[in-house]
T-cell receptor, first 112, second 113 residues
Framework: DTAVSQTPKYLVTQMGNDKSIKCEQNLGHDTMYWYKQDSKKFLKIMFSYNNKELIINETVPNRFSPKSPDKAHLNLHINSLELGDSAVYFC???????????FGPGTRLTVT | AQSVTQLDSHVSVSEGTPVLLRCNYSSSYSPSLFWYVQHPNKGLQLLLKYTSAATLVKGINGFEAEFKKSETSFHLTKPSAHMSDAAEYFCVVSPNRDDKIIFGKGTRLHILP
């Protein structure tokens, strides 16, 4: 009965490849988020969707493209991976305006 | 503009002694404030939240935090540290006007035996 799940948990790939990370929540929330956590543990929001509509789009390279097929899923596709994309990516969900977010376990992406 | 500052990047305490993790915030609006904990190689777990009700907020695992508007602080405390408290702790501010929340840079709590 995992609340927010992400797949895969670990992803090792080479520069230039394209990869996707999937996120699903079963909490009935209407808003989902992607965060990037760098090697210094700093968390930065990347995107947010509310009912499949993009509502937050921070300054992120356009190689990153989120896709929300429905309000329970938010996937992150990354094209032409670079070394600097190596990080832990967290998905989160909430009710819009509730502010309290529930986080997935993270996906550790390593680009070699 | 909203911001959050965690005053210590690392805190070390002995097991059984009190814990204090400091957080100051800046917000143009009346904010909601949160503390999250991240154990090694794990996701983030909500410890507690302040949303303009009682200023002293109790959370899980014996943690609590006090909202002090005059000091713009929301420090996290625990009377007696346990080895399992060793983790990264994040103070978070939400300005209640949009959907963004802002994370502090985190405080790594070390528990000495």
């Amino acid at each position: 009965d995992t609340a927010v799940s992400q797949t895969p948990k670990y992803l090792v790939t080479q520069m230039g490849n394209d990869k996707s990370i999937k996120c699903e929540q079963n909490l009935g929330h209407d808003t989902m988020y992607w965060y990037k956590q760098d090697s210094k543990k700093f968390l930065k929001i990347m995107f947010s969707y509310n009912n499949k509509e993009l509502i937050i789009n921070e300054t992120v390279p356009n190689r990153f493209s989120p896709k929300s097929p429905d309000k329970a899923h938010l996937n992150l596709h990354i094209n032409s991976l670079e070394l600097g994309d190596s990080a832990v990516y967290f998905c989160a969900s909430s009710f819009r305006g509730a502010n309290e977010q529930y986080f997935g376990p993270g996906t550790r992406l390593t680009v070699t | 503009a909203q911001s959050v500052t965690q005053l210590d990047s690392h805190v070390s305490v002995s097991e059984g002694t009190p814990v204090l993790l400091r957080c100051n915030y800046s917000s143009s609006y009346s904010p909601s404030l949160f503390w999250y904990v991240q154990h090694p190689n794990k996701g983030l777990q909500l410890l507690l939240k302040y949303t303009s009700a009682a200023t002293l907020v109790k959370g899980i695992n014996g943690f609590e935090a006090e909202f002090k508007k005059s000091e713009t602080s929301f420090h996290l405390t625990k009377p007696s540290a346990h080895m399992s408290d060793a983790a990264e702790y994040f103070c978070v501010v939400s300005p209640n006007r949009d959907d963004k929340i802002i994370f502090g840079k985190g405080t790594r709590l070390h528990i000495l035996p």
